[in-house]
């Protein structure tokens, strides 16, 4: 992905689902298109092994800010859908 919307997320006792849900929605209204990619601090990863939540390939990278999302349309994942 090398453009993507960076989103705060507040709402820390909320499901990571929603969360993911609420940015999604966002990205939707704002840019005209889904996104299909997201990267996120480790710590925020899902305990279990998904790699997909709410249409989104989950992908964790330390350069991203704890409490953070960096959504949005990856090459590979708009290829392969």
């Given at each position: 992905m090398k453009v993507g919307m960076?989103?705060?997320d507040a709402e820390?006792?909320?499901p990571l689902e929603a969360r993911l849900a609420r940015a999604a929605s966002y990205y939707r209204e704002k840019y005209g298109e889904p996104p299909n990619l997201?990267?996120?601090?480790p710590?925020?990863?899902p305990g279990s092994a998904a790699s997909s939540l709410?249409?989104?390939a989950l992908r964790t990278d330390k350069a991203v800010l704890p409490h953070h999302f960096w959504i949005?349309?990856?090459q590979a994942e708009a290829e392969a859908g």
């Amino acid at each position: 992905m090398k453009v993507g919307m960076l989103w705060f997320d507040a709402e820390q006792g909320q499901p990571l689902e929603a969360r993911l849900a609420r940015a999604a929605s966002y990205y939707r209204e704002k840019y005209g298109e889904p996104p299909n990619l997201c990267f996120m601090h480790p710590t925020a990863a899902p305990g279990s092994a998904a790699s997909s939540l709410q249409g989104l390939a989950l992908r964790t990278d330390k350069a991203v800010l704890p409490h953070h999302f960096w959504i949005g349309v990856g090459q590979a994942e708009a290829e392969a859908g």
